[in-house]
Every structure is written in C-alpha cells, then in structure tokens.
C-alpha cells in the first residue's frame, strides 16, 4: 500500500435488499426508455442543464484517475453550420464510395443516409475528445493509460445523465473526424474526435425505428 491521501467513503444509503431492487428496476425502466432520436426540436436548452450532464460524464473512473477527456459543447450556429458541411461531406463520401454493402444492409432498417440535419436543427452539439496524453506537474508529457475505455465510460454517463434530464440525444461518428480538430481548435497530436453528440428536445411527433432489445437472459450468464 501507498500513503496516498484519502477521504471517507460516502456510502449512498443503506438499504434494504427490497429497497435495492426497488431502485434498480426504476434506473432499468428509466433508461430503457432512452432511444436514439434523428429529428429535434430548435428549442433552447439551457447551458446549465448541459454542464451539469457533462459535469456528470466528468465524474467516470478512468485510468490511473487521469480523466482523459475533453468536451465541447457547442450551441453557436455558425460553428454547427460548419460541422455538418464537414460531417456531410464524410459521410456522403462513406455512403457513396467507403462503406461494404454488408453494412448498408445493416442501415437499412433505420434509414439512415449521408444527410444530417440534425446537426444544425439540435441546440447543442458535444464534441468528445480522448486525450491521448496530458502533462505532469512539471509540464512534461504524460501518457494516459486506458484512455479509449475511460471515455467509452464518460461517455455512456454522459448520455444517461442527459436522458434521466429529460432530453434526447443521438450519437454520431462521421468517418473521419479529423474536421472536428481543426473547426474547435483542438490539438491533433494530443485530442483524437471519440464522437459527436446531438442532444435537445425531440421534435412534436418524432418517430423512431421499431426495434427491440435483447433481454437480460440473452446479454448475461450467470455462474
């Protein structure tokens, strides 16, 4: 053992076994509501109810603790304007020319094409970024480890916390996404673009792909 500091664990509260299950199968009612939406309400959302998702995603494990993420979050028109010209630009390029036919077929189904609108009609846009590496106390360069997990879980915080908010929300992954480096100023050798996410009210009367999830007996073994 190390003699690094430490604080009190803060237990949340001690429950019974019913009361365990109770909260349990509230979370799984509430996110199993969560579905992806492609079309948004303009309507404001207010960047305190952004911060505080984000703020949220920021509290992941990570890594050796190194928090190795960056979130933009953007809600200026010009500067969606530009991300969806860039984003349109790949995937008509993805959809026309790069992507196997296996994966159009799996497309399909959801309707999906290279068009984005969304992209402007949504009231804010978030940037992930992994951060390859940092610097130490002394400026010098210091390696993450784990950093592509660690914002895999920031992530998943992050669109949870805007779900349980009341918003909707849509994950994004033009191919590439190097645009994204160069239009909000990030850094190429130290910030890779993890995924753009749309999030806002769903529009009056918006509809998603009928689908199905796969129950607890088909994703989990027990032993």
């Known amino acids: 053992m190390t003699n690094?500091?430490?604080?009190?664990?803060?237990?949340?509260?001690?429950?019974?076994?019913?009361?365990?299950?109770?909260?349990?199968?509230?979370?799984?009612?509430?996110?199993?509501?969560r579905r992806t939406v492609r079309d948004f309400d303009p309507r404001p959302v207010p960047r305190e109810v952004i911060g505080a998702c984000i703020a949220a995603a920021?509290?992941?494990?990570?890594?050796?603790?190194?928090?190795?993420?960056h979130f933009v979050a953007i809600s200026d028109p010009a500067v969606k304007r530009r991300i969806r010209e860039a984003a349109e630009a790949e995937e008509r390029e993805f959809y026309e020319h790069r992507a196997p036919e296996e994966w159009l077929e799996a497309l399909r189904p959801i309707g999906t094409d290279w068009r984005k609108p969304f992209l402007e009609t949504a009231p804010w846009l978030i940037a992930i970024f992994v951060k390859k590496w940092g610097r130490d106390a002394d400026g010098g360069k210091l390696k993450h480890y784990y950093p592509a997990e660690s914002v895999g879980i920031a992530t998943g915080l992050l669109i949870t916390a805007l779900h349980a908010a009341g918003l909707a929300t849509l994950t994004h992954t033009p191919?590439?996404?190097?645009?994204?480096?160069?239009?909000l100023g990030r850094p190429a050798d130290s910030d890779r673009p993890f995924l753009l996410l749309v999030a806002g009210h769903p529009a009056p009367g918006a509809r998603v792909p009928a689908i199905e999830r796969r129950p607890l007996g088909a994703i989990c073994s027990w032993y």
């Open 4 to 33: 690094a500091p430490t604080v009190p664990f803060i237990p949340a509260a001690n429950c019974t076994d019913e009361e365990l299950l109770r909260r349990a199968r509230e979370f799984r009612d509430l996110v199993s509501r």
């Open 58 to 69: 920021g509290s992941a494990p990570s890594g050796a603790n190194q928090q190795p993420w």
């Open 175 to 183: 191919s590439p996404m190097g645009f994204l480096n160069e239009i």
